[in-house]
């Protein structure tokens, strides 16, 4: 899980990567770009309609990129910390506390991206990006589930230590 977590985490923030650059040269440099942001992303319409609105939705594209990379940054270091042994820590209780917190506003920021996109539908440019909000906010609820559960066994754990 280590290694895939590696994986997907280089993956993401190559993806990131590449929409700044990407963005950055249809804003500044060629608006063609617009036509072909990221695998296949097109934004030409919004972009010929309004420039304004094309960034809003460039910047909800690139920090839900972004959140998501930083999420799996932090499981790699639940990973590193993660002693099978003694699997109760503070510093695990933390992380994964932190992760739940992450995917929590990662499907807050996706919900209002969503919504936004349904409003500039109504105002004649179609959006076609899947935001991934509900699965963010069930993934939160699990995790933070999950984060009083390592709470609890960091509790149970440091009581034991101190029994003779």
């Known amino acids: 899980m280590n290694i895939v977590s590696w994986i997907v985490f280089i993956g993401l923030c190559i993806q990131t990567g590449a929409l700044l ?26 972009y010929t309609k309004d420039k304004r609105q094309y960034l809003y939705i460039l910047s909800f594209i690139i920090g839900l990129s972004a959140l998501k990379a930083y999420l799996f940054y932090l499981v790699i270091r639940v990973f590193k910390k993660l002693n099978l042994n003694h699997p109760f820590s503070p510093t695990v209780v933390s992380l994964i ?19 936004y996109s349904t409003w500039l539908l109504h105002r004649g440019v179609a959006v076609e990006q899947d935001w991934g909000s509900a699965g963010f906010l069930f993934l939160a609820g699990i995790i933070f589930i999950i984060a009083l559960v390592f709470k609890r066994g960091t509790e149970i754990q440091s009581e034991n230590e101190l029994t003779i």
């Open 97 to 115: 506390t932190k992760i739940s917190h992450i995917a929590l506003g990662t499907g807050i920021v996706g919900l209002i991206a969503e919504n």
């Open 21 to 46: 650059i990407t963005s950055f040269i249809s804003l500044f440099v060629n608006p063609e770009a617009a036509q072909n942001l990221y695998l296949g992303l097109d934004l030409s319409e919004l």
